[in-house]
């Protein structure tokens, strides 16, 4: 199963409170304190050693000792004040406690009781540490689709059992399906249910708000194996994964604004003419090209300009390909006529006397 962010994180900062203290380590005995492999403890240090302070010039970021990493030991030569204890003031500590709250009421967290124990056990602790400045605070969230909708998809999520969904896409097109419930995320202000849609047998993501009725059935959710439910951080738009992958900006028709809610999208914007602009990461030029390709008629335009022209240079390869196999079929159509309207000698072998 694809990691969360959250536990790498955890694990990230454990690292460097280890290494602050145990001093320099070989990569496989960290791999097996940290229940990973040895190459997954590289690329932790490759990500701390981007990471640090905020102003993020050399000198603020965590530092490590290239030659012994080379000889396989990770030694921790700076760390940037990781390991000492946070201290916030009272303005910092109230709007923690507010974004907890927020974070504690939100369905995401509740549909996970892992991470709504973690996300209440936070809070409780910040709330007594700060005083009487947390009782000033009140965070009301504003709902976001139906209440029995959302109630319905958190309940089947912490349950899990199986959904019947009644939902209506993009292009205002309603069906009915049964859906396995997977993860329920946030972005850009929208709600997303991941799920693994049993009508197309394939994982499918389902905006909350056009969720017209979910109703939680007795059957239980079935349990996707992974190489065929995909990893689900993948779907986590913006995960850290595809940071370093190139953008790509499209405008969009009105009447393909399905694509905004089916890709992985860094961010989604309507614009005063009616298209819709998204932005997104490139990990697969060939899989943008056929997106293109299929849905040309509604593509306004595309940036950067080499996407444009890769697509375009596609289309003329295809339309190339198909009159070259239409010219041979009408060569050999007309071949064939010429030998139907050709006589046959009453002695050619083969005649029936």
């Known amino acids: 199963m694809a990691e ?17 203290g145990a001093g320099p380590v070989r990569v496989e005995e960290l791999a097996d304190r940290f229940g990973v492999t040895p190459g997954q403890v590289r690329e932790d240090v490759d990500a701390l050693w981007v990471s640090g302070t905020p102003g993020y010039m050399p000198d603020d970021l965590i530092d490590f000792d290239a030659y ?79 209440p029995q909708v959302v109630a319905a998809v958190t309940t089947a999520l912490a349950e899990g059992r199986r959904l019947h969904l009644r939902y209506v896409n993009a292009a205002d097109v309603t069906s009915e399906r049964d859906v396995d419930p997977l993860r329920l995320l946030t972005q850009d202000g929208a709600m997303y249910l991941l799920g693994w849609c049993l009508r197309v047998s394939g994982r499918r993501t389902f905006r909350v708000d056009r969720i017209l009725a979910a ?79 299929a849905n040309a008629p509604d593509v306004v335009a595309a940036d950067p300009a080499d996407v444009a022209r890769d697509v375009a240079q596609a289309a003329r390869d295809a339309l190339d390909a198909y009159a070259t196999t239409t010219s041979t079929a009408s060569t050999a159509s007309t071949d064939i006529e010429a030998a139907r309207a050709t006589p046959v000698p009453d002695d050619a072998p083969g005649t029936v006397g």
Do not use: C, I, Y
Not at 4 to 20: K, M, Q
Not at 95 to 124: I, K, T, W
Not at 222 to 228: G, L
Not at 278 to 284: A, C, F, P, S
């Open 4 to 20: 969360r962010a959250d536990d790498r994180l955890v694990r990230l900062l454990g690292l460097v409170a280890f290494l602050d």
């Open 215 to 293: 109703d939680v059935l007795d059957e239980p959710a079935a349990q996707h194996d992974v190489a065929v439910a995909g990893d689900l951080g993948a779907d986590v738009w913006a995960s850290v994964a595809h940071r370093g992958a190139p953008e790509a900006t499209l405008r969009l028709a009105s009447s393909a604004r399905w694509v905004a809610e089916e890709v992985p999208a860094e961010s989604v914007r309507d614009l005063p003419d009616g298209t819709v602009e998204v932005r997104l990461r490139v990990t697969n030029p060939a899989w943008l090209r056929r997106l293109l390709l």
């Open 68 to 146: 012994s990493l080379e000889d396989g030991v990770v030694s921790l030569t700076q760390a940037r004040g990781m390991t000492r204890p946070l201290r916030l003031g009272t303005r910092e500590a109230v709007a923690l406690v507010a974004a907890l709250r927020a974070m504690h009421a939100s369905p995401a967290v509740q549909a996970d009781r892992r991470r709504a124990a973690v996300v209440a056990s936070a809070l409780d602790k910040l709330t007594a540490a700060t005083g009487e400045a947390a009782g000033a605070v009140d965070v009301q969230l504003e709902g976001e689709g139906d």
